[in-house]
């Protein structure tokens, strides 16, 4: 009786002993298959571009700010995912933005006339996304990231600025840039484009600087604000510089209408 008792004991202890082992084995073995949901954005993003290797670029861009402070993570950190996806230079197709992002993106999602940086390779697996690490950690996180303005060295504002570099480091030809005629100052010494992109245009690969003021209805500035005149003078001397007002109606017109060619579109 007592034997009986003890026989069945141990066989539901050894049932128990072995779905204890199978969870462990098969938690060990998710975690160690799965993908991170931000991985697999990155990668399916990636894998629409050829000519690149995205596990590699995948590799090069953790390796910027896996396992550090989210704070500490310096703009140099990214050169080895520049250098793993490197810009091409697409000469007169060139756009760059300050505070125009979805008049800009909702023209060149409909009209193949420009490239921004959200059309390339890193631009655009990285749009939109927040990402850190931790000290002492292997994981990307998203959430609890630093914002933008929280530290200088923060991971999501120093890759930016170094894509943005890069970007602009092969400018050539004509280039354009949209500005934001609803705000006090479309030229803003504190944007990227005005720290990052615009002092990294030189005459000898940029031709004409061409701005495009956006204006809405209730516009408060245009080409003859003051802050065109300093970007009028901070470009090197040699690069040839125009601004247009243009009605936010009219490009999301020329968006629309591919009958309208894309140098007519302003
Ligand atoms: O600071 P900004 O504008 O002047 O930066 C825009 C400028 C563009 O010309 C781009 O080439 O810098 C480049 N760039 C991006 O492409 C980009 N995509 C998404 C800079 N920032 C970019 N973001 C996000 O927009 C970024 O995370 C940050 O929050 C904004 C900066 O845009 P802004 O202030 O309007």
Not at 106 to 122: M, N, W
Not at 124 to 146: A, F, I, Q
Not at 180 to 201: D, L, M, Q
Request: net charge positive.
């Amino acid at each position: 009786m007592e034997h009986e008792q003890s026989r069945r004991l141990g066989k539901r202890c050894v049932i128990l002993i072995v779905i204890v082992v199978l969870i462990v084995i098969s938690a060990v073995v998710f975690g160690l298959t799965l993908k991170s949901a931000f991985e697999s954005t990155f990668l399916s993003r990636c894998e629409k571009f050829d000519q690149y290797d995205c596990k590699k670029v995948w590799d090069a861009f953790q390796q910027a700010y896996v396992n550090k402070d989210p704070c500490k993570v310096p703009v140099e950190a990214y050169d080895p995912l520049i250098a793993a996806a490197p810009f091409k230079p697409q000469c007169n197709r060139m756009m760059f933005w300050s505070k125009t992002k979805d008049v800009v993106h909702g023209f060149t999602e409909k009209r193949d006339c420009f490239v921004t940086l959200e059309d390339t390779l890193l631009g655009s697996v990285l749009d939109g996304l927040t990402w850190c690490g931790k000290e002492g950690s292997k994981d990307t996180n998203t959430t609890g990231c630093p914002g933008w303005s929280d530290c200088e060295n923060n991971t999501v504002r120093s890759f930016w600025i170094r894509a943005s570099a890069a970007f602009a480091d092969v400018a050539c030809g004509n280039v354009t840039a949209m500005l934001n005629g609803s705000i006090n100052t479309p030229f803003n010494p504190t944007s990227i484009f005005a720290s990052v992109e615009v002092p990294r245009f030189i005459a000898s690969r940029v031709k004409n600087l061409n701005v495009v003021m956006v204006i809405q209805k209730n516009n408060i500035s245009n080409c003859t604000d003051p802050s065109l005149k300093n970007l009028r003078q901070s470009i090197d001397t040699g690069i040839t510089f125009s601004c247009k007002d243009v009605s936010e109606s009219r490009i999301q017109e020329c968006g629309s209408k591919p009958q309208i060619a894309c140098r007519t579109c302003w």
